[in-house]
T-cell receptor, first 116, second 114 residues
Framework: AQSVAQPEDQVNVAEGNPLTVKCTYSVSGNPYLFWYVQYPNRGLQFLLKYITGDNLVKGSYGFEAEFNKSQTSFHLKKPSALVSDSALYFC??????????????FGQGTTLQVKP | EPEVTQTPSHQVTQMGQEVILRCVPISNHLYFYWYRQILGQKVEFLVSFYNNEISEKSEIFDDQFSVERPDGSNFTLKIRSTKLEDSAMYFCASNGASGGETQYFGPGTRLLVL
């Protein structure tokens, strides 16, 4: 069965410092991995994805994520955090097999708090 | 930039009543989804829809739920007889093709069942 774990409920970081939001996954086939961000009372906004190719993927707003197959991880990173990055971040996975219907499995979410 | 829209943004209903949540996916997309998020919990898959039929549904998606694409643009989720535990934020999503295509989410409908 597919699953995603985000081990931290909350990550606190000072503005200007690097940030990391952790995600590990389990999937039977090739993983397609996604990060979404949710601002209060808003929908899910796509940040970036890994499908194949370069393990380091770059996305919106200066975020990037590194796919690590051996550790089954897909941690979200940003070199220099902004207060406006404060939000709820979700990691999601889908099985890349041809029979897959596209269903996304989400992690529990991690609240990022960036302090000025 | 094209986006997924959902109406209404909020709905309050009495237990046992029927509700219909509406979504307009991105116009050239082919795959459609409903997810829900109970307050403070993670986003959960409900159902996927392709080629005018359900392609997968979760165990949450029981006989009280149904989906429809009545006119080629709208995509609806109906809950026939709402329960208290149906209170949640419901998100519609769409993507253009299977494979790696990104699912784009609507802003959600917050459903409160009293």
């Amino acid at each position: 069965a597919q699953s995603v774990a985000q081990p931290e409920d909350q990550v606190n970081v000072a503005e200007g410092n690097p940030l990391t939001v952790k995600c590990t996954y389990s999937v039977s086939g090739n993983p397609y991995l996604f990060w979404y961000v949710q601002y209060p009372n808003r929908g899910l906004q796509f940040l970036l994805k890994y499908i194949t190719g370069d393990n380091l993927v770059k996305g919106s707003y200066g975020f990037e994520a590194e796919f690590n197959k051996s550790q089954t991880s897909f941690h979200l990173k940003k070199p220099s955090a902004l207060v406006s990055d404060s939000a709820l971040y979700f990691c999601a996975v889908r099985d890349g097999g041809s029979s897959n219907t596209g269903k996304l499995i989400f992690g529990q979410g991690t609240t990022l708090q960036v302090k000025p | 930039e094209p986006e997924v829209t959902q109406t209404p943004s909020h709905q309050v209903t009495q237990m046992g009543q029927e509700v219909i949540l509406r979504c307009v996916p991105i116009s050239n997309h082919l795959y459609f989804y409903w997810y829900r998020q109970i307050l403070g919990q993670k986003v959960e898959f409900l159902v996927s829809f392709y080629n005018n039929e359900i392609s997968e549904k979760s165990e949450i998606f029981d006989d009280q739920f149904s989906v429809e694409r009545p006119d080629g643009s709208n995509f609806t989720l109906k809950i026939r007889s709402t329960k208290l535990e149906d209170s949640a934020m419901y998100f519609c999503a769409s993507n253009g093709a299977s494979g790696g295509e990104t699912q784009y989410f609507g802003p959600g409908t917050r459903l409160l069942v009293l």
